[in-house]
């Protein structure tokens, strides 16, 4: 290939993004990097339930792996940016197209979750960041074991405020993956009378199984099922 054919094609990419279906392909592509890190981030936490060991254990193979660690890291974190920003601009850019609003809202046929994205969204980071300070930094936990998953969980959640904190959040996180999933099916073409009605219920239930999985544990630590 030779260098005008690739300069042509990296040209492309910003002209692509400057699009409104730019950033929504943009938006769509990061949500399911992301989905798929909640999803794998649930299966490590889940694994609390079966002990000290295993769940220790498991934080140490992680960090022992720092050269599949750090580029994760580092593609998630490119990807929240990316989310991120795509997303505040195409609000703008909304908000540009009708500066007034309509008279009469009519939000009959709008989910719960959809209505909620404005909040949700700023809601999960903030509970993104708190997370981090609370159980990989460990700046705001009351006694932060590095490499000790289980005790920072059971002794975390015995902060009864912080335990509701993160089932609230958590649940605001499942209302933002149920429409986040299903904008993404909409966003890359998949609407289809006879699949449209199990891609909403595979939306549903993956943001119910997943928020259930997690506010399972600072529940089961809280209530002293778990100690």
């Keep these: 290939m030779s260098s005008i054919a690739v300069n042509s ?58 050269a599949l660690l750090w580029p994760a890291r580092a593609g998630l974190l490119l990807a929240v940016i990316l989310h991120i920003t795509a997303s505040i601009q195409l609000t703008a850019l909304k908000n540009a197209a009708r500066p007034i609003g309509y008279v009469k809202k009519a939000v009959v046929q709008a989910s719960l979750a959809s209505r909620t994205m404005m909040w949700s969204g700023p809601v999960v980071l903030a509970f993104l960041i708190f997370h981090l300070l609370h159980f990989t930094w460990g700046t705001v936990h009351p006694n932060f074991q590095d490499v000790h998953p289980y005790e920072n969980m059971v002794i975390g959640f015995r902060v009864i405020p912080v335990a509701i904190f993160y089932v609230v959040a958590v649940s605001m996180l499942g209302l933002h993956l149920y429409h986040g999933v299903w904008s993404m099916f909409q966003t890359v073409g998949v609407n289809h009378p006879r699949y449209t009605p199990l891609l909403k219920k595979f939306s549903a239930y993956a943001s119910i199984l997943l928020v259930l999985g997690f506010i399972s544990i600072p529940i089961a630590v809280a209530t002293g099922v778990v100690s």
């Design 9 to 66: 094609a990296l040209d492309r990419i910003p002209r692509f993004y400057q699009t409104t279906i730019g950033k929504k392909i943009v938006m769509a592509v990061t949500g399911v990097m992301l989905f798929g890190f909640v999803v794998s981030h649930l299966l490590g936490n889940l694994q609390f339930y079966l002990g000290r060991e295993t769940m220790n254990h498991y934080a140490v193979t992680l960090r022992g792996m720092p």
